[in-house]
């Protein structure tokens, strides 16, 4: 079982950061790929970013490449998203999730936070 909280979200004007936290509870984290989704009111959730636990490697959605970055501290259990130059379409509630498998779909991820709200005003 993993456990996964989020936090570090809140209101933003466009083009400041933010950095978003999600610690994981449980002993194994290191053994589980971690990814970071979003959804907007009215929208399906999506694919933001996720990072592997095999070689650390990453990959991000089109709309958040080169603005945002994923990482992950194995030793405190917990992954980030550090997120610049920040749009108002990127306003949505920030989901992570774990998985045995780093992908970009959300149905293999068996693990989820709560979420924590970004809001980016214009």
């Known amino acids: 079982q993993v456990q996964l909280v989020e936090s570090g979200g809140g209101l933003v004007q466009a083009g400041g950061s933010l950095r978003l936290s999600c610690a994981a509870s449980?002993?194994?984290?290191?053994?589980?790929?971690m990814g970071w989704f979003r959804q907007a009111p009215g929208l399906d959730r999506e694919f933001v970013a996720r990072?592997?636990?095999?070689?650390?490697?990453?990959d991000y959605a089109n709309s958040v490449k080169g603005r945002f970055t994923i990482s992950r501290d194995n030793a405190k259990n917990t992954v980030y998203l550090q997120m610049n130059s920040l749009k108002p379409e990127d306003t949505a509630v920030y989901y992570c999730a774990a998985s045995r498998i780093a992908t970009y779909v959300s149905s293999t991820y068996n693990y989820w936070g709560q979420g924590t709200q970004v809001t980016v005003s214009a």
């Open positions: 449980g002993r194994t984290f290191s053994r589980y790929a």
């Open positions: 990072i592997s636990w095999v070689d650390d490697s990453t």
